[in-house]
């Protein structure tokens, strides 16, 4: 811009401010969800240091803020990848091949809680959870019923499991064998992110540095055996449904990131064998503008950084791919159904940002698990997103707005901020111990709550815009006699195998785990002998150890 | 009992799920409320719940389930105070609960509150001054 130009620009914002000062705002703040303000205009000043080809560039070449593709939506739609499970592996079965045959392009697994925190469904401390939240899964005789008539290698499947991710992918591939489909022709993604348990979802097993040790053993095995495969699916997700801000989403993140890259590096691993297959799962929350800038950020930090800090040669380690999910935080008990406008808003700034894959909330969550009618309904939404709506014929339609870029370079400075401060904890595990990540987070959702309190933020149906109806939903029920059943089908398992051989591959697992050998090899014999993920997994308690939070609040 | 005496509230995360937004947010308007109050922490079991919850000599005790197990957990928690002489101490309830489980819940003797998403925290620290001082008037 001349600076002619820019004279008569500065004039005329002043010339503006002079008429606004004449009038009014109907509130005190702007703000956006993470509290952020929001100025009334923004202009060419608010991007003047910005240079197109530095940061921005074309879609598919670095620093990859415009998208990861050359051709983006073009190419190929986003895949719209339903997050489900619940009861058994027959009923999710069933409950797959339905959103298959509506046009869902992609798996994705919900397991129950007993799964998530490696206990068989008999096991005392199940009682009560299995099948309530996701899919119960012991066994090799599970996986195998969870995913019969789906031939593995022609979809993809993402996996909601982190502390025994390696279990769960293991029994993946074994169930793959027992289809004829080996394991290199099969994609995917484990979620395996166990540094965002620590800082928010919860759901831990091992201390950190042994389950430090089964990630780098995953990424190691995946990267050999399974190179299709995303060997970690990096997630602000849960940090965000903790109550984070968008930024502190951004960058806890991204950090967590560079300390699973800086994890392989020193595990001896080439950055470049592993790195391409690091995958990430963001929140897209009800703040349009500010959700797009932040995955716009996400791309340029990640590529910046693994570039220039990590020396990473090939390219594919540079991209920053993302599923997104939409909040469920966001969703209202009182009046439902206007979650389906809300996802819609979310699922929208999701493309517009350049997500990989997407999963819409159905509007029902926020009382039980999806029924199917809701499902079908969150599903379309995403169908009308690509086929009505014309926004994904264009690449990153919203650069070169001053609000996004301005946005977006915000993010990007905010995020080094918490960079800085993490490194001055001495790293991600050193800021964990310390509840640093833990007190951002409470504080934000704290924060959030009294705005909500004193109608600083209003939130439909919730504290304006209410009215008396009680919802009539048709919720799914889980009966509470799949436990039963799922508990006798366990134990048939360990009845009809050969438990000489399983004892046996159980026992050269915890020798192994006492070593310094990849432990990848052996879970995987294990299952092959149907020996059962709690079974696994305490052997592996047994040698590494629990994990215990100092509890804060 | 001394006049005086803050209300003592332990919030409890029983079960496997480690969703412990709502369990946070509700602890700290509890204190910001005037209120004593303890967390467990995650992944408890419900005799840990009880065990601490009369260590504590709690007058309530807030259960945080968002993962559907709140039809065995709460029977659970009221069996083991029963079976140690403390059925005096309230138990209420926070998360994911549909309103027909509600119901049963508390139609049983099982809670004498529940709060589901959208509660205003002030309506929490209202029901709980005045359960405790009905309870011991």
Redesign the interface.
Known sequence: MCSDEMAKLSQGKRDWEACTAKTEDRQKKFMTVSSAPIKPLYTPEDIKDMSFMRDLSYPGSYPYTRGVQPNMYRGRLWTMRQFAGFATAVESNERYKYLLSQGQTGLSVAFDMPTIMGYDSDHPRSFGEVGRVGVAIDSLADMETLFSGIPLDQITTSMTINAPASVLLCLYIATAEKQGIAAHKLGGTIQNDILKEYIAQKSWIFPPEPSMRLITDIFAFAGQHVPKWNSVSISGYHIREAGSTAVQELAFTLADGFAYVEAGIKAGLDVDLFAPRLSFFFNAHMDFFEEIAKYRAARRIWARRMKEKYGAKDERSLLLRFHTQTAGCSLTAQQAENNIVRTAYEALSAVLGGTQSLHTNSMDEVLALPSEKSARIALRTQQIIAEETGVAYTIDPLAGSYFVEAMTNQMEAEAEKYFERIEQYGGVLAAIDEGFFQQEIADAAYRYQREIETNERIIVGVNDYTCDETPQIDLLKIDPSIELEQCKRVQRVRESRDNLVCTNRLADLRKAAGSSDNLMPYILDAVRAYATEGEIIQVLREVFGEYKEKPIF | MNAERKIRVL?AKP???????G???V???L?DGGME?I?????Q?PEQVVEAAIQEDVDLIGLSIL???H???FPRIQELLKENNAADIIVMGGG?V??DDIKKLIDGGYAQAIF???T???DIVAWIRETVKTKLA
Do not use: E, F, N, Q
Not at chain 2, 15 to 21: A, Y
Not at chain 2, 39 to 43: F, Q, S
């Open positions: 919030v079960g496997l799920d480690g969703h412990d937004r369990a946070k947010v602890a700290r308007a204190r109050v967390y467990t922490g995650l992944h079991t993962s559907g197990a039809m065995t957990i994911i549909p309103a589901t998403p959208g205003h925290t002030g």
